[in-house]
């Protein structure tokens, strides 16, 4: 559907040759996993705001036919409540969930 690039340390991405704005920055976790902001992961994939809930260190993601749900400290996103192991744990850090950039190839599709 189109390509989305993430630049570390930065407060932007590029989303379909379009630069989009984030109110906090990507950034390289211990073990090298590229960690972003939930919220704009799934912007990347086309979810619209609208379908993007977080709260208290969860976040429930609707993309389509599929819920997804994050939870902080846990390496588990489970997806239409089957569980999918992720490499690294999702982050909660200043405010924001930080999921590794492998969760939209684990489960935006």
Do not use: H, W
Request: net charge positive; with cysteine.
């Amino acid at each position: 559907k189109g390509t989305a690039k993430f630049v570390i340390g930065e407060s932007k991405y590029t989303l379909n040759d379009k630069e989009v704005e984030m109110d906090a920055p990507s950034y390289i976790q211990d073990g090298g996993y590229t960690m972003v902001p939930v919220r704009y992961v799934a912007n990347a994939f086309g979810v619209s705001p609208a379908n993007i809930m977080a709260s208290k260190g969860t976040a429930t993601i609707f993309a389509g036919e599929r819920t997804i749900n994050l939870t902080s400290g846990s390496n588990v996103a489970v997806v239409n409540g089957n569980p999918i192991k992720m490499a690294t744990k999702v982050v909660n850090k200043d405010g924001r969930l930080y999921v590794p950039a492998e969760i939209g190839r684990a489960s935006c599709r």
